[in-house]
């Protein structure tokens, strides 16, 4: 077993932080399986990449290349094999040619300046996990055909609508925070465990209501006046609508499973009804924030709390010994 890991280490070459501009001075084995290039000042691909034909996995993280750079990648067809592509924070301008990655799975191109999903309809319907987060993206496109989606990571664009996630019956996290997103619409993705829609423009809850898997929501940022749309999520471990416009607990009785809620920044004036509102997760619930709501300010603030919750561990930045 020991000498099968290290003949697997062998095959694995991570030149992570050499600061290098080249590779003129590496040697590239025609067996390597995983190439590791992150955080160097490389602008061109060295054309002996194209000949690893046993690569499957290739990372180009943090680096200087653009669009022309990366151009040779769509026609090494020695990587078809490759399973995992990451290009993220380099100066990319458009989605790289990935077509002939027949196997990928993983595919990463966030942190550059992509201003379209044009070119993903080209990216092998195998890949589970696609990342294009911090980019100029204002539309979700060309993805419908990615059904074995596991993963879709597209927050800080410029997104404004929730669509063309139809297909995605194995999705199980969705990332789009900081967008423009005003509606929820999640095309019943009944399988989805985490969904982030922090800082977009919501006013409403609603939308939510056949995520049933959804164990984890995080809401925040938004001008939501309203908790609903909640009591189907049975599943839920947790909630975070903090920084919302929200006047009261609503709609969460039924969470039985819910072990972190947060409220804080808020405009909750009482907790009279606290121990009604959460009835279901009063065993459950280990961490509460209520802080910057009005009745943060209530002399009976920290011991009403741990009424409530017998096995509370924190409420807002405190440990509860």
């Not at 074995?148 to 990571?153: D, Y």
Request: charged share 25%; hydrophobic share 40%; with cysteine.
């Amino acid at each position: 077993m020991e000498d099968s890991t290290e003949e697997e280490t062998e095959k694995v070459l991570d030149l992570s932080s050499f600061h290098l501009h080249n590779l003129d001075s590496v040697d590239l084995p025609t067996y390597l399986i995983e190439l590791d290039l992150t955080a160097n000042r490389l602008t061109e691909l060295d054309p002996r990449i194209g000949q690893l034909s046993s690569l499957k996995k290739f990372s180009l993280r943090q680096n200087l290349i653009d669009d022309a750079a990366v151009e040779p990648l769509s026609q090494w067809e020695a990587l078809s094999d490759l399973e995992e592509l990451i290009l993220r924070d380099n100066k990319l301008m458009t989605i790289p040619d990935a077509s002939i990655f027949k196997k990928l799975l993983i595919f990463d191109v966030s942190f550059n300046e992509i201003t379209s999903l044009n070119g993903l309809s080209k990216v092998s319907p195998t890949v589970k996990e696609l990342y294009v987060s911090k980019n100029e993206v204002t539309k979700m496109e060309e993805i419908s055909h990615l059904v074995e989606l596991q993963i879709l990571e597209l927050g800080s664009n410029r997104l404004r609508v929730m669509e063309n996630l139809e297909n995605f019956s194995k999705l199980q996290e969705l990332w789009l925070g900081r967008n423009r997103i005003k509606q929820v619409n999640l095309c019943s993705l009944k399988c989805i465990k985490k969904i982030s829609l922090q800082s977009n423009r919501l006013t409403s809850m609603l939308g939510f209501q056949e995520c049933i898997a959804l164990e984890e929501l995080y809401l925040s940022h938004n001008g939501i006046s309203k908790m609903e749309g909640l009591s189907t999520l049975v599943n839920l471990h947790v909630l975070d609508v903090s920084s919302n416009k929200l006047k009261s607990i609503e709609d969460i009785q039924s969470l039985t499973g819910l072990e972190d809620l947060w409220l804080n920044d808020n405009q909750i004036e009482s907790l009279d009804n606290m121990a009604e509102a959460v009835s279901g997760s009063r065993e459950k619930l280990t961490t509460i924030y209520l802080g910057n709501n009005p009745c943060a300010k209530s002399p009976n603030y920290f011991t009403t709390l741990k009424e409530v919750f017998p096995n509370i561990q924190g409420i807002d930045s405190e440990i509860v010994a």
